[in-house]
């Protein structure tokens, strides 16, 4: 089994950075891919970035591209999200998850074990 869990997640201004960080315990998490999602009120999960086994590749919502960086320490057993340039419709509850294999998606289906969810608030 694998256990995520989030942290880095609050209340922030328009125009702050945050960094999400997501801890990975029970069975390792460096040989797959790892995904950041978000879901605000009413909508449906959506992918905000992710990044292969390697680090060597990743992808990121249109949204948030220029603006948000994903990265892992595979020997820490951690993914980051770091947030800039936050904006209202950032607001969400984001999750972390670890994919079905090694190469990236954007696939919710594709993503095997999530974490419980940090919120993410911008005030503007």
């Known amino acids: 089994q694998v256990q995520l869990v989030e942290s880095g997640g609050g209340l922030v201004q328009a125009g702050d950075s945050l960094t999400l960080s997501c801890a990975a315990s029970?069975?390792?998490?460096?040989?797959?891919?790892m995904g950041w999602f978000r879901q605000a009120p009413g909508k449906e999960r959506e992918v905000v970035a992710a990044?292969?086994?390697?680090?060597?590749?990743?992808i990121y919502a249109d949204s948030v591209k220029g603006r948000f960086t994903i990265s892992r320490d595979n020997a820490k057993n951690t993914v980051y999200l770091q947030m800039s340039t936050l904006k209202s419709e950032d607001t969400a509850v984001y999750y972390c998850?670890?994919?079905?294999?090694?190469?990236?998606?954007?696939?919710?289906?594709?993503?095997?074990?999530w974490g419980q969810g940090t919120q993410v608030t911008v005030s503007s």
């Open positions: 998850a670890r994919a079905a294999g090694l190469g990236v998606a954007r696939s919710v289906t594709y993503y095997a074990y």
């Open positions: 990044v292969s086994w390697s680090g060597g590749d990743s």
């Open positions: 029970g069975r390792t998490v460096s040989s797959y891919a």
